[in-house]
């Protein structure tokens, strides 16, 4: 960070409202330094929210404390970070009712999608803190979700609750899907398009849009929480669509498809180009997909666009009519 000199000083103004570090000439001889928000060119407020008055003649030499770029995969403890995606991913893809369960979310919808109705354990591991025994907790799960004409299913975030994820592999849950979360920084997307496609950012979901992938069932959870919808044409036909929601300095990218005969031919690229902009002018600096670990397609053009592993997850399911 540039260290700016005593002859500099007047510049100090135009660091208002900005976190600063100034050191001053000390009455007597030496120095002194302070640190905090810079209120006027000779008054800061330091942590303690104690106003700080300093004469301009006194500064020896001053510097704008510049705040640690916000990296996806950097900061908090991984076990964090992987909770504090999970709860954006269910926010950005809301079930139409959630029972809280201690600190277990059970997600309730219409059944098409196993994010908005399974179990999502989000407190601390290695099991997540449910507010009973284990074994009274897991049946729980599949009483509530039973009662509502549902499959029993848990969202299993690994490693962090590799031990609840081996309980229920132990009791007879089976994996339903495995996939990777993958991150990267958003940075600033090339959104050339060329090959006589174009792009379409929308505001909601176009009748249009859904069809693609028959995702009219999903119309009702897509559209409760706000999100970019892209869609890339060839002429007047769409061959691509995705969505993207952000939230904070996030965005979480979903419903990614494109045409079995369009695919090989660099679409893919595009949309997610398309989308991760449209993600950066509502905010976000970083961008979050799950990707089924089966889809070793989409997993290679995701590893091709500089997007990396964060963590793991499984769906398990109880299907089985024996306890």
């Given at each position: 960070?540039?260290e ?18 100034i050191?001053?000439h ?15 060119e000779?008054?800061?407020?330091n ?41 954006i ?34 407190g ?22 039973r ?8 969202t ?11 309980y ?9 899907v ?7 920084d958003i ?6 398009i ?20 028959s ?30 929601a ?12 494109v ?33 089924d ?8 053009l995701?590893?091709?666009m ?18």
């Open positions: 960070m540039t700016v000199a005593p002859k500099s000083a007047p510049q100090l103004i135009a660091a208002v409202g900005k976190r600063v570090t050191r001053l000390a009455p007597g001889g030496g120095y002194r330094d302070i640190v905090g928000s810079l209120q006027n000779h008054q800061i407020i942590s303690k929210s104690e106003i700080i008055s300093f004469s301009p003649d006194q500064i020896a030499i001053w510097r704008e404390i510049k705040p640690l770029p916000d990296l996806a995969g950097k900061g908090a403890p991984l076990s964090q970070r992987i909770i504090d995606l999970e709860k991913s269910d926010a950005t893809w809301p079930a139409e009712s959630a029972i809280e369960y201690g600190k277990w979310r059970l997600r309730i919808s219409d059944g098409f999608t196993m994010r908005a109705n399974s179990a999502l354990p989000l601390a591991a290695p099991i997540g803190e449910p507010p009973a025994p284990l074994s009274d907790a897991v049946q729980y799960v599949i009483d509530t979700y009662a509502n004409n549902l499959t029993p299913t848990f299993m975030p690994l490693p962090i609750y590799e031990e609840l994820d081996n229920l592999a132990a009791a007879g849950w089976r994996i339903k495995g996939a990777d979360f993958l991150i990267r940075g600033e997307p090339e959104v050339a060329g090959n006589g496609l174009t792009v379409e950012i929308l505001d909601h979901p176009s009748a249009q849009w859904l069809e693609v992938q995702d009219q069932p999903l119309d009702k959870i897509m559209r409760r929480y706000p999100a970019r919808y892209g869609a890339v044409k060839s002429g007047s036909q769409i061959i691509a669509v995705g969505r993207i952000t939230s904070g300095t996030w965005s979480l990218a979903t419903r990614l498809f045409a079995p005969d369009h695919r090989g031919r660099g679409v893919a690229k595009i949309l997610m180009n398309h989308l991760m902009a449209a993600a950066s002018g509502d905010g976000a600096t970083k961008i979050g997909l799950q990707v670990i089966e889809n070793g397609a989409a997993l290679a995701y590893q091709s500089n997007f990396r592993s964060h963590h793991k997850y499984v769906y398990r399911v109880w299907d089985t009519q024996e306890e």
